[in-house]
Protein backbone atom coordinates (compact mmCIF):
# COMPACT_ATOMS: atom_id res chain seq x y z
CA UNK A 1 0.00 0.00 0.00
CA UNK A 2 3.16 2.23 0.91
CA UNK A 3 3.80 1.71 -3.03
CA UNK A 4 0.70 2.87 -4.14
CA UNK A 5 0.60 6.39 -1.83
CA UNK A 6 4.12 6.84 -2.49
CA UNK A 7 2.71 6.63 -6.75
CA UNK A 8 -0.11 8.95 -5.86
CA UNK A 9 2.78 11.84 -4.12
CA UNK A 10 4.08 11.56 -7.09
CA UNK A 11 1.66 11.80 -9.85
CA UNK A 12 0.81 14.75 -7.78
CA UNK A 13 3.80 16.17 -7.75
CA UNK A 14 4.55 15.66 -11.06
CA UNK A 15 1.53 17.22 -12.44
CA UNK A 16 2.73 20.67 -9.94
CA UNK A 17 6.17 20.53 -11.52
CA UNK A 18 4.65 20.56 -15.11
CA UNK A 19 2.05 23.03 -14.10
CA UNK A 20 4.62 25.49 -12.91
CA UNK A 21 7.51 24.59 -15.19
CA UNK A 22 5.77 25.05 -18.67
CA UNK A 23 5.85 28.64 -19.06
CA UNK A 24 9.36 29.13 -17.17
CA UNK A 25 11.67 31.23 -19.06
CA UNK A 26 15.21 32.24 -17.94
CA UNK A 27 16.35 35.88 -19.15
CA UNK A 28 19.76 33.78 -20.82
CA UNK A 29 19.69 31.01 -22.45
CA UNK A 30 22.25 28.81 -23.62
CA UNK A 31 20.47 25.62 -25.41
CA UNK A 32 17.96 26.08 -28.28
CA UNK A 33 15.75 23.82 -26.37
CA UNK A 34 15.08 26.47 -23.50
CA UNK A 35 15.09 26.09 -19.66
CA UNK A 36 11.17 24.75 -19.48
CA UNK A 37 12.68 21.51 -20.94
CA UNK A 38 14.38 20.40 -17.74
CA UNK A 39 11.13 20.74 -15.25
CA UNK A 40 8.97 19.08 -18.00
CA UNK A 41 11.32 16.33 -18.63
CA UNK A 42 11.71 15.55 -14.87
CA UNK A 43 7.83 15.71 -14.07
CA UNK A 44 7.38 13.39 -17.04
CA UNK A 45 9.71 11.10 -15.69
CA UNK A 46 7.91 11.30 -12.02
CA UNK A 47 4.94 11.19 -13.54
CA UNK A 48 5.33 7.32 -15.58
CA UNK A 49 7.43 6.45 -12.15
CA UNK A 50 4.75 7.40 -9.77
CA UNK A 51 1.83 6.19 -12.20
CA UNK A 52 3.99 2.42 -12.31
CA UNK A 53 4.11 2.29 -8.66
CA UNK A 54 0.75 3.17 -8.62
CA UNK A 55 -0.88 0.65 -10.17
CA UNK A 56 1.73 -2.48 -10.26
CA UNK A 57 0.16 -5.43 -9.16
CA UNK A 58 1.73 -6.38 -5.88
CA UNK A 59 4.51 -9.08 -5.89
CA UNK A 60 3.09 -12.38 -4.62
CA UNK A 61 5.25 -14.25 -2.15
CA UNK A 62 4.50 -18.13 -0.83
CA UNK A 63 4.51 -17.74 2.70
CA UNK A 64 4.16 -14.02 3.31
CA UNK A 65 2.36 -12.25 5.80
CA UNK A 66 -0.66 -10.39 5.19
CA UNK A 67 -0.43 -7.11 3.09
CA UNK A 68 0.42 -3.72 5.66
CA UNK A 69 -2.82 -1.80 6.37
CA UNK A 70 -3.29 1.59 4.96
CA UNK A 71 -1.45 3.37 7.56
CA UNK A 72 0.58 1.26 8.99
CA UNK A 73 4.80 2.55 9.60
CA UNK A 74 5.66 2.14 6.09
CA UNK A 75 2.70 4.66 4.69
CA UNK A 76 3.81 7.02 7.93
CA UNK A 77 7.53 7.10 6.96
CA UNK A 78 6.20 7.57 2.66
CA UNK A 79 4.57 10.59 3.80
CA UNK A 80 7.09 11.59 6.37
CA UNK A 81 9.74 11.68 3.20
CA UNK A 82 7.14 13.42 1.05
CA UNK A 83 6.45 16.22 3.39
CA UNK A 84 10.23 16.79 4.13
CA UNK A 85 10.19 16.90 0.08
CA UNK A 86 7.78 19.55 0.07
CA UNK A 87 9.65 21.15 3.11
CA UNK A 88 12.93 21.31 1.25
CA UNK A 89 11.43 22.72 -1.67
CA UNK A 90 10.08 25.73 0.10
CA UNK A 91 12.88 26.23 2.29
CA UNK A 92 15.46 25.98 -0.41
CA UNK A 93 15.76 29.39 -1.08
CA UNK A 94 15.49 30.95 1.52
CA UNK A 95 17.59 29.06 3.40
CA UNK A 96 19.95 28.15 1.26
CA UNK A 97 21.45 24.56 -0.40
CA UNK A 98 24.07 24.09 2.58
CA UNK A 99 21.43 24.76 5.11
CA UNK A 100 18.44 23.67 3.50
CA UNK A 101 20.31 20.42 2.23
CA UNK A 102 21.57 19.54 5.86
CA UNK A 103 18.36 20.20 7.57
CA UNK A 104 16.90 17.53 4.99
CA UNK A 105 19.09 14.93 5.88
CA UNK A 106 17.99 14.87 9.53
CA UNK A 107 14.77 13.42 9.04
CA UNK A 108 15.03 11.50 6.23
CA UNK A 109 18.67 9.38 8.00
CA UNK A 110 16.22 9.34 11.01
CA UNK A 111 13.31 7.14 8.63
CA UNK A 112 15.87 5.21 7.32
CA UNK A 113 16.63 4.19 11.06
CA UNK A 114 20.01 6.62 11.06
CA UNK A 115 21.25 7.93 14.80
CA UNK A 116 20.53 11.84 15.48
CA UNK A 117 24.43 12.41 15.61
CA UNK A 118 25.43 10.33 12.10
CA UNK A 119 22.35 12.14 10.04
CA UNK A 120 24.02 15.40 11.53
CA UNK A 121 27.05 14.50 10.50
CA UNK A 122 26.39 13.80 7.08
CA UNK A 123 23.86 16.40 6.41
CA UNK A 124 26.17 18.87 7.13
CA UNK A 125 29.20 16.50 5.14
CA UNK A 126 26.43 16.24 2.13
CA UNK A 127 25.42 20.26 1.94
CA UNK A 128 29.01 21.38 2.17
CA UNK A 129 30.47 18.76 -0.31
CA UNK A 130 28.04 19.37 -2.82
CA UNK A 131 27.72 22.59 -2.81
CA UNK A 132 31.45 22.96 -3.22
CA UNK A 133 31.23 20.84 -6.43
CA UNK A 134 28.41 22.44 -7.71
CA UNK A 135 29.76 26.01 -7.41
CA UNK A 136 33.22 24.83 -8.02
CA UNK A 137 33.71 21.66 -10.24
CA UNK A 138 30.26 21.85 -12.23
CA UNK A 139 29.92 25.88 -12.29
CA UNK A 140 26.39 25.94 -11.35
CA UNK A 141 25.36 28.64 -8.89
CA UNK A 142 23.49 27.65 -5.66
CA UNK A 143 21.72 29.92 -3.48
CA UNK A 144 23.82 30.86 -0.76
CA UNK A 145 20.87 31.86 1.80
CA UNK A 146 21.23 32.62 5.03
CA UNK A 147 25.19 31.48 4.76
CA UNK A 148 25.25 34.79 2.49
CA UNK A 149 25.36 36.94 5.92
CA UNK A 150 28.48 35.31 6.97
CA UNK A 151 29.94 37.27 4.30
Known sequence: MADRILGLVCL???AGMG???RGYVA???????GPAAFPLLLAGLMAVLGGWLAVRPQPQVDGAEPAEPLWGPASIRVLTLAA???????????LGFVIATALMTLPVGRVFGGTWRQCAVAGVALGVSFFLLFDRVFDVILPPG?????G
Open 12 to 14: ILA
Open 19 to 21: WLG
Open 27 to 33: PISYEPV
Open 84 to 94: VMLAYAVLFQW
Open 146 to 150: LLHLL
